[in-house]
């Protein structure tokens, strides 16, 4: 599996946006700004993701977010009802959340790269995601795509 980085950085910086100080959950717009540098990460490794990204299901982004137009309102609400659910495990930047699940949405929806970060603002405290999001399980197993 190819990775597009840029996608994935630009993806995770959009992400790191949605801190607030509300108590709603938020998906934030930081993630990509950690994840753009240019220095040497060798003691900065990123643990691995508790969140099995490789057996969500995407369908719901990938039916309602189609191209060549790429509607906003219809990606940005679909991405943010498969990412709210993750919101604490993508926002973490200990871990290797975010990429991880921006590459899975790329490799099955062939997104342009920073589709979602160019798209779905909100503010600067990045998207805010419903108070009620469901909490998944770490070892969630959902099917495929």
């Given at each position: 599996?190819?990775?597009?980085?840029?996608?994935?950085?630009?993806a995770?910086?959009?992400?790191?946006?949605?801190?607030?100080?509300s108590?709603?959950?938020s998906?934030?717009?930081?993630?990509?700004?950690?994840?753009?540098?240019?220095?040497?990460?060798?003691?900065?490794?990123?643990?691995?993701?508790?969140?099995n990204?490789?057996?969500?299901?995407?369908?719901?982004?990938?039916?309602?977010?189609?191209?060549?137009?790429?509607?906003?309102d219809?990606?940005?609400?679909?991405?943010?009802?498969?990412?709210?659910?993750?919101?604490?495990?993508?926002?973490?930047?200990?871990?290797?959340?975010?990429?991880?699940?921006?590459?899975?949405?790329?490799?099955?929806?062939?997104?342009?790269?920073?589709?979602?970060?160019?798209?779905?603002?909100?503010?600067?405290?990045?998207?805010?995601?419903p108070?009620?999001a469901?909490v998944?399980?770490?070892t969630?197993?959902?099917?495929a795509?």
């Amino acid at each position: 599996m190819e990775r597009n980085w840029s996608f994935s950085y630009l993806a995770i910086l959009f992400l790191l946006v949605a801190s607030s100080a509300s108590f709603s959950t938020s998906i934030s717009d930081g993630v990509l700004s950690s994840l753009g540098s240019t220095s040497r990460n060798l003691l900065q490794m990123k643990k691995a993701c508790p969140i099995n990204f490789e057996f969500q299901n995407y369908t719901i982004i990938t039916s309602q977010c189609k191209g060549p137009q790429y509607p906003a309102d219809r990606c940005c609400a679909a991405f943010k009802q498969f990412a709210c659910p993750f919101a604490d495990q993508i926002n973490d930047l200990t871990t290797d959340c975010a990429s991880t699940m921006f590459s899975y949405i790329n490799l099955y929806g062939k997104y342009p790269p920073g589709l979602f970060a160019t798209k779905c603002r909100e503010g600067k405290a990045g998207l805010k995601c419903p108070a009620s999001a469901p909490v998944t399980s770490a070892t969630s197993n959902t099917n495929a795509n």
